[in-house]
């Protein structure tokens, strides 16, 4: 019984195209739909719900890891239509599931709205390229479509250490290894001085968490090798920083030259939806490492970066908040959306200001809402009255198209 409802669940996660499934105590199991949570016509789930649930999907020694640990991560194929990453966790006693959509179709680098220069950095002997951005921003789809790149244009071996395996990869013109950490080997530092005595070309590092995993990334470059990697950082200029600063102060002057030599590239990137059509779009920083930035990186001087991403437009670099900006002119988010995922969301206020858009400052904002709060209650205007009902499929699609009606019209006083 258990299974044949996760099978269901999991059939209407895909056909919605939703990118996360939730399933938690006291709750119906909820979709993320284009960043937004939406919960699903069935029962509340109860503790023995969820309990059923993860049994189904979970491998034994997961479930002997959730019981030791309290929590526990892996990945599996639903059929050929979608891979899921699932987290497992208990809170309040009782087990909760979270399960990430994987596609199985890797897209291209036009599809993912990536620079030319991506392409070319591919082709590089050696190297660091990273991809940063917070939980949730594509940055594994991203490192896929790269690989993918590499696997059906070169003969490469490439060796991907994942924690867990989400998008999987068939030998092309390149040898595509994946080790699961936990599961092939231990650990990223044991995985990346393992794979170094295996003839590689590429190596894909899932995420670089902590100073020994960062460590043997820096020399696997330096030995000659093309390195992939993730940190959770936002923008070009702190993630530089965040490398630095993971080692021990004695040691920041060795490795600001030994990552001067070796970062070629950073990509940072979110997901917004968006008001166009229906699903989510990318937006990126995207920094490419000239001599110019090398020096500044020997020299310490990272908070001068972004005015070099700025004047390095001829090697397709952007900062986010001109990208932002750019899909809101074209239509593609809306103004608050460009706000809230920018890097200075004043400066970003001011910017479309100048576009005539009517916005506030978070500032402005707070301050309306703190003399609401402070109004007399005789004088605040009457509650509306509460709905009747849920809201209707057919008016919520109304409410939506009416929405888009505005923004296009908005979009049109703009640009005339």
Do not use: W
């Not at 087990?95 to 082709?123: D, H, W, Y």
């Not at 030998?171 to 080997?185: A, F």
């Not at 993971?246 to 008001?275: H, K, M, W, Y």
């Not at 706000?339 to 969301?345: A, G, L, R, T, V």
Request: aromatic fraction near 6%.
């Amino acid at each position: 019984m258990a299974t044949l409802q996760i099978d269901r669940l999991l059939d209407t996660t895909v056909r919605l195209k939703a990118s996360d499934l939730h399933l938690a105590v006291g709750k119906p199991p909820t979709l993320r739909l284009n960043g937004s949570l939406r919960e699903l016509q069935t029962k509340i789930l109860e503790p023995d719900d969820t309990m059923s649930l993860l049994k189904a999907i979970a491998p034994e020694r997961i479930q002997q890891e959730f019981e030791e640990s309290g929590s526990g991560d892996f990945s599996f194929a639903f059929g050929d239509i979608a891979r899921f990453r699932v987290a497992i966790f208990k809170q309040k006693g009782c087990a909760s599931i979270v399960l990430r959509r994987i596609p199985n179709k890797l897209m291209t680098f036009q599809q993912i709205g990536l620079p030319k220069m991506a392409e070319q950095i591919c082709r590089r002997p050696r190297g660091i390229f990273l991809v940063t951005g917070p939980t949730g921003c594509g940055k594994t789809t991203t490192l896929a479509c790269m690989v993918n790149y590499i696997n059906e244009n070169f003969d490469k071996h490439i060796i991907c250490l994942e924690d867990p395996i989400e998008y999987y990869h068939n030998h092309k013109k390149s040898i595509v290894v994946q080790r699961e950490i936990g599961v092939d080997v231990p650990s990223f530092p044991e995985g990346i001085r393992r794979a170094l005595r295996a003839d590689p070309d590429v190596m894909l590092v899932g995420e670089m968490r902590d100073l020994a995993t960062i460590q043997s990334a820096v020399s696997a470059a330096e030995t000659g090798h093309l390195v992939f990697g993730t940190l959770h950082t936002s923008g070009a200029a702190s993630t530089v920083n965040r490398i630095i600063d993971a080692f021990p102060t004695d040691q920041q002057e060795q490795v600001r030259v030994q990552l001067s030599g070796n970062l070629v590239a950073v990509v940072s990137q979110v997901l917004c939806p968006r008001i166009d059509i229906e699903g989510m779009i990318a937006a990126y920083e995207f920094m490419y490492v000239t001599p110019g930035i090398q020096n500044l990186m020997r020299d310490n001087k990272s908070f001068r970066i972004d005015s070099e991403i700025q004047t390095g437009k001829r090697y397709g670099m952007q900062l986010l908040d001109d990208n932002l900006l750019m899909h809101y002119q074209l239509g593609h988010i809306a103004a608050e959306e460009a706000i809230d995922k920018s890097k200075n969301p004043d400066y970003m206020v001011e910017r479309l200001r100048k576009l005539g858009v009517d916005v506030k400052t978070r500032e402005e904002l707070l301050l309306e809402d703190v003399a609401g709060t402070e109004a007399p209650a005789e004088l605040a205007p009457p509650a509306p009255p509460p709905p009747s009902g849920p809201p209707s499929a057919s008016g919520a699609e109304a409410e939506r198209q009416a929405q888009l009606a505005r923004n296009r019209a908005r979009m049109q006083s703009v640009h005339k």
